[in-house]
């Protein structure tokens, strides 16, 4: 029969204590519940510091909103107990749905869209509950209130949390609130995360070292930064205590052995954080990823991808509208650069190229021209010269490009004409790199799911790096789009794009 001491030796580790002699005497058993490390608690210091930020800054912005439709409203003569108390309900309500959907979780402190939705929809559902109380009071002040209140909050509040988000990775480039991360698995698999983690970038995980489950000792290398391998199998716990480590990433687990994960978070309680399961089912993102466990079996629910419906139908309404608005300054500033290109070099102010667009089918992709006339003529000459990566052809120093056109390349500007080719239906204004035909006929197997969508003008090959990327990481980056793009995302690209403009890195 199994005493309470070995039952909660089972309930804590998970191995049955093996029976021991029975002694003359009982021996009482402590039992002791696990208590918080200081790492943790240094890690929970700053998450509730950061989060107590998060608060007063929403609760500025919703004071800021709601009293400036207030404001607009007791100008205009209403009642101004009628007002204020219509203000101070929809100020009440918008911040008790931030708090109650969740929108400051530690979980959101990452680069994701999440949170941004998060907002939205608490705000969204905030302002849906007070327009409905006010169709049924006949609370007719509300109108402007909600009118005024709801754009100018959400927008401020998005604003806020992006600026906190970037003060954050500000800081975690710095090495100041990252998680201190332990990788755990196979060789393989845990170079793999330790690759795609360093350095410390948006994803906020400071690699501090390995443990392998083959006991291999010898270090992980990433470029020039070595990352000692600690420890084996069954020393993750105690090696993560001495290390100083948040966060356990196991990349792999020892094979006959499926109990490992959850006997190591046992282990981990009062020592880590998190413990985060990496997969090689690479370039699957979030909205198409869901857990649903199932009469206790838990399963991951891998959504397979559309290429068609209405989702699609979205984002053509919203590549033509950006590319009517785009088009609009872009008419404005085109006779200056014409100007600048006529006056730098003799031929055509436009140059057309053919393109490989979605579903093999070729288009005329327009640019302002920025190389000289007989730049394709050179071409050959210079393929020796080649600084691209796989099918690219690429020179930092091209002697084909005008003054005014490296001038261009640098700021982007010779492809602003591409926002035609977005509005006529050939492009998006984010998607894959418009490939040439004579890339095409290279492809081999996936690469051809690059042609799934429509190319775009900007994408995560142009925020990543654009020329200083290797071939297999552009192809990457396009594949994990393909798969995972949506609205959203979408518009995250453009803003960062915008940014990169600014600052351009990797563009010649």
Request: hydrophobic share 45%; net charge positive; no cysteine.
């Amino acid at each position: 029969m199994t005493s309470v001491e070995d039952a909660l030796s089972i309930a804590r580790t998970g191995f049955v204590p093996v029976a021991a002699p029975r002694a003359t005497k009982s021996v009482t058993r402590t039992v002791v519940t696990p208590r918080t490390s200081a790492t943790l608690e240094r890690r929970r210091q700053w998450e509730r510091r950061y989060r107590i930020r998060l608060r007063l800054t929403d609760a500025a912005v919703i004071l800021f909103a709601v009293g400036l439709a207030a404001a607009v409203q007791l100008a205009s003569g209403l009642s101004s107990i009628e007002v204020l108390s219509g203000a101070v309900s929809l100020a009440a309500l918008w911040y008790l749905m931030l708090s109650g959907l969740h929108t400051r979780d530690a979980a959101l402190f990452r680069a994701s869209a999440t949170e941004y939705r998060g907002v939205v929809h608490a705000s969204g559902l905030a302002f849906g509950i007070i327009a409905i109380v006010a169709v049924l009071l006949a609370w007719k002040s509300m109108q402007p209130m909600l009118l005024l209140g709801l754009p100018i909050g959400v927008l401020t509040l998005l604003v806020t949390r992006w600026m906190w988000r970037h003060w954050l990775q500000t800081q975690r480039s710095h090495g100041r609130f990252a998680s201190r991360t332990l990788v755990v698995g196979n060789r393989d698999d845990v170079e793999y995360v330790v690759r795609t983690l360093h350095p410390i970038g948006a994803s906020g995980y400071q690699v501090v070292g390995a443990t392998l489950l083959d006991g291999n000792a010898r270090d992980i290398e990433v470029g020039d930064t070595k990352f000692p391998v600690l420890g084996n199998v069954n020393s993750v716990s105690s090696v993560a205590a001495e290390v100083g480590a948040d966060t356990i990433i196991v990349a792999s687990r020892p094979e006959g052995e499926p109990e490992f994960v959850k006997q190591l978070s046992w282990q981990l309680e009062g020592t880590a954080s998190e413990l985060v399961l990496s997969s090689r089912l690479t370039d699957v993102a979030g909205p198409r990823i869901s857990f649903a466990p199932v009469e206790g079996l838990p399963l991951i629910q891998v959504q397979i991808p559309r290429y068609e419906g209405g989702r699609h139908v979205l984002k053509r309404a919203l590549d033509a509208a950006v590319a009517t608005m785009a088009l609009i300054p872009i008419a404005l500033i085109a006779p200056v650069l014409a100007l600048l290109i006529k006056l730098d070099s003799p031929g055509p102010v436009f140059f057309f190229q053919e393109r490989v667009g979605r579903d093999g089918r070729r288009f005329k992709m327009v640019k302002f021209r920025s190389m000289k006339t007989d730049a394709e003529q050179q071409l050959a000459a210079l393929k020796a010269q080649n600084e691209g990566a796989g099918l690219l052809f690429k020179m930092k120093d091209d002697p084909r490009v005008t003054r005014v056109g490296r001038v261009l390349r640098k700021l982007s500007l010779d492809e602003l004409p591409q926002f035609w080719n977005v509005l006529v239906g050939d492009m998006s204004v984010v998607g894959p790199r418009p490939p040439l035909p004579s890339e095409v006929t290279a492809y081999d197997g996936t690469v051809f799911r690059r042609l799934y969508i429509k190319p775009g003008i900007t994408g995560l090959w142009q925020v990543s790096g654009r020329s200083d990327l290797s071939w297999d990481e552009s192809v990457r980056l396009d594949l994990r789009y393909v798969e995972n793009w949506s609205v959203m995302n979408d518009l995250q690209i453009m803003w960062r794009t915008a940014k990169v403009m600014v600052q351009p890195s990797g563009a010649y």
